[in-house]
Structure formats: C-alpha cells, structure tokens
C-alpha cells in the first residue's frame, strides 16, 4: 500500500500585492521582475490570516473534498519554516483549530522542499499502518520574515496554504522519491531566528532574521540539483519522462523552471505553473498547484505526475506519484 491524496485544498490571503505596488517599496520595475522572475503578483497575509488560520481553511476545504471528518485524522504534520510560534507545532494548532481530535500533530521544516519530504515520510508512515488518514499541509506566512527594504528577495515571496488527505491505496500513489541535502551550503539561503547565539551572522538590526539569500548560486544550484533528483529518480524507477504526464515542480521562478524542463526535455504543456500569481510560497507551493490543478480537472485518477523541489538548506528532491 502506498500513500494516495484523497482530497486537497488551499487558502490565499485576500491582499494581493503587484509589481507596480513594490515599485513604490524598493528600486524595481514590473518589467525587471516579470522577465527574471515570472512572477506579477504575490498574496500577503494580513490580521486574521496567521500561518495556522490559512493552513485550517486548506485543511478543511482538502477534508471536504476527502470527505473525512476531521475525527477520523489520525495524523496532522505542517511543513513550514514560518510556524506560528516556536512551540507549541502550527500542526498543534491546526489541530485545535479544525477539530482533530484523534490525531498526533507536529510540523517539518525542510525550507521549501518541506511538502515533498512531508509526502516522503506520509508514504512511510502508510508502509507501517495502511488505513491512517493523514493531514499533510505546507503553509506559510514569509511576508513577516522578508525585508521589504531588499530588492534582491522581497519581489520573490508570498503566503498561502495547500493541503492533502492522505492514505493507503493498492493502486497508485506514491511510486518513489528522491530526498537530498546538504548543509554545507546553508549561507547561501538562510532565515536565522532571533533568539540564535549564532554570533557569525547575528546583526544587531536582526538583518539575519530576514530571507538572505545569495540569488545567482541559488538559481545554479537548483537547476542543477533538480534536474540530478529527477533523472536520477526516473533512472531508478525505469520511468522515462514522456510516461510522466504532468510535472508540480516548486514555484520559486520562471526561469530556473524553463532551463529545468528544457534539460529534461519537458515540453511546456505538460508543465504547471502558477508561480506568476503567487511567487515563491515555499513548503506552500507545491499543494496549492496540486489543489489548482485538481479543480481545474487538469488531474485525473491514474495519470503519472512528477513533483521536485528546492530550498534552504539547500534541501531538495523528486517524487513520482500516481494520482
Ligand atoms: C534573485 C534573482 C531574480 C536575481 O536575478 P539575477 O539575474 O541573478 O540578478 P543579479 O542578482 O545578478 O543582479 C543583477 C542586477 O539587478 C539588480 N537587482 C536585483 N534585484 C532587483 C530588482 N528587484 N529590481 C531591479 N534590479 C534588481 C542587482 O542589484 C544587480 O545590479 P548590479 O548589476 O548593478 O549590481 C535570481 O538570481 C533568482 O531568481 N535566483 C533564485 C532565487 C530563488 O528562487 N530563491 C528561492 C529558492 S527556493
């Protein structure tokens, strides 16, 4: 048995924020943004629409659509790297807030490859206890940990929620994936929280505390750590890529995912985006493009879809799934 998504949903703040409004922020121009990035507008949570708030709307909308009561969950796990507090979980929240009695909860942070190592660990979990009904969540509100002062990141990022119910299935699911790491290059994608004693980057403005990111390395690294996941993840299952009938890669900008199709000779149609509505939400972005696309009816029962992802850390990874 392997892990299959009964239902999705996803939640996006009301506030949509344009090129044209961070014009009047920092030192840009839609046309500078919209041609290295791809992305015109970005949602931004306001009063109201906290980390959990957002996560429990995606959860219940993925519940409905599951048609599982939030009793019958025996398991919630947030991926963010933005939770509500530090402790108690997001997924502790999320719990109180929908009703899930029954279940254990707590959060994953693997930066923006949160969702897929949250699929990964689901799957093993299922392995174990077949018929668990898990809520997987990636939810995040980064706007509150973005400098809007830094014109190199603050154009990049936005807040939302996606979520899955989950559980066992003979057929179909989760075929294989592929987790990678490696924490040697953390500086170049960083988020440090103020109560670090990390003296190295510690600012007495708590610059740190923002997203720092060295911009041309991540755009290197994650076309290429990315396309290694995937050919190495269909070489292992003896998937060739014209058997995958769509791809969710992470939305973090256009252009690192038009040099990753055409190193994998992915044509455009099979590619889905929405990163141009609401830029990089991080461990957020891969569920709210599944629940898009699975109400749009671009997903259908038995089709093969490929997901990939990049983040701080650096972490990344590939998953094959059958819807
Ligand atoms: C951030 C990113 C869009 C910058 O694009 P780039 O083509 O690499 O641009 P560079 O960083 O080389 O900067 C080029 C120039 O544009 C300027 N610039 C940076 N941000 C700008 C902005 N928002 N508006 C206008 N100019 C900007 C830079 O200051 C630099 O000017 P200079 O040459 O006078 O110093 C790109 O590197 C990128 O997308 N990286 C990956 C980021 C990412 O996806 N992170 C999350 C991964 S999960």
Request: glycine residues 8%.
């Amino acid at each position: 048995m392997r892990a299959a998504v009964l239902g999705t949903g996803s939640c996006l703040p009301e506030k949509v924020l344009t090129n044209t409004d961070l014009e009047k922020l920092v030192e840009t121009s839609d046309e500078w943004i919209t041609t290295r990035t791809g992305i015109r507008t970005r949602r931004i949570a306001g009063p109201g629409e906290e980390n959990y708030k957002l996560a429990s709307t995606a959860a219940r909308r993925a519940l409905e659509m599951a048609k599982v009561t939030p009793e019958e969950l025996d398991l919630v796990v947030v991926a963010t790297l933005t939770p509500h507090m530090m402790m108690p979980s997001s997924a502790c929240f999320v719990q109180a807030e929908i009703g899930a009695v029954n279940a254990f909860a707590y959060d994953l942070n693997a930066a923006c490859s949160g969702f897929l190592y949250g699929l990964d660990l689901v799957d093993s979990y299922i392995a174990r206890r077949p018929d668990m009904k898990i809520l997987l969540i990636g939810s995040e509100t980064l706007s509150a940990r973005v400098n809007w002062e830094d014109r190199n990141t603050c154009i990049l990022f936005g807040d939302g929620a996606g979520a899955c119910v989950i559980t066992g299935r003979e057929q179909g699911g989760v075929v294989a994936s592929r987790l990678l790491s490696d924490g040697r290059l953390w500086k170049l994608l960083y988020m440090d929280s103020p109560e670090s004693r990390n003296s190295a980057i510690r600012q007495p403005d708590r610059k740190g505390c923002y997203i720092q990111m060295s911009g041309r390395d991540v755009f290197k690294y994650a076309v290429r750590a990315m396309e290694d996941a995937v050919t190495g993840l269909l070489l292992e299952t003896g998937t060739s890529i014209d058997q995958v009938d769509l791809m969710i890669p992470h939305q973090a900008n256009i252009r690192i995912l038009g040099k990753l199709m055409e190193r994998l000779g992915v044509p455009d149609e099979k590619l889905y985006i929405n990163v141009d509505k609401y830029g990089n939400t991080s461990a957020a972005s891969i569920p709210i493009a599944l629940d898009e696309a699975n109400r749009q009816g671009i997903l259908s029962r038995g089709q093969r879809i490929l997901l990939c992802s990049f983040g701080g850390g650096f972490t990344w990874g590939a998953l094959l799934m059958d819807w």
